[in-house]
């Protein structure tokens, strides 16, 4: 584990579909993984729910309002994702139309088929997308006996 980091910090990524698409943004400037591609995110704050943190996310980052979602996935804080558990959180439902709202953050946005994602992705978008492709609510270390104590 990483000097000094003691806790799990909490990740939220919304998943905006559009005819079978996601939605990624480029991440650009002075951020982890600039040029990487991501779902609109970040991470929870104190007083929160999920559904809020995407809501408040996807509205500063895309402008778009979400007007349903329900929690679609969970990912284990692994090293690879310096140590976030990734909420997924899929936009049953969202008004407006997607536009940059952090030109200091992000490049581009775009609605990409979940076959034919653009690369690299986003580190902590990778474990949530692959949730989604497989439809699945958990990918990650699963126990198995011996396997941790």
Not at 83 to 103: K, L, N, S, T
Request: hydrophobic share 35%; net charge negative.
């Amino acid at each position: 584990m990483p000097s000094g980091v003691s806790v799990v910090r909490v990740g939220v990524q919304v998943i905006v579909r559009r005819e079978g698409k996601i939605l990624l943004g480029c991440r650009h400037g002075d951020v982890f993984q600039s040029g990487s591609w991501g779902l609109p995110g970040g991470h929870l704050e104190i007083g929160e729910t999920l559904i809020e943190c995407a809501s408040r996310e996807l509205r500063e980052e895309t402008d778009l309002v979400l007007l349903e979602g329900k929690v679609y996935c969970v990912t284990d804080p692994l090293q690879s994702t310096n140590y976030h558990m990734q909420v997924g959180v899929e936009a049953i439902r969202y008004a407006g139309e997607p536009r940059i709202m952090e030109p200091d953050r992000c490049s581009k946005l775009g609605f990409f088929s979940p076959e034919h994602l653009p690369t690299p992705l986003f580190t902590s978008s990778v474990d949530v997308l692959a949730c989604f492709r497989a439809d699945r609510f958990h990918l990650g270390i699963e126990l198995n006996e011996g396997t941790r104590s």
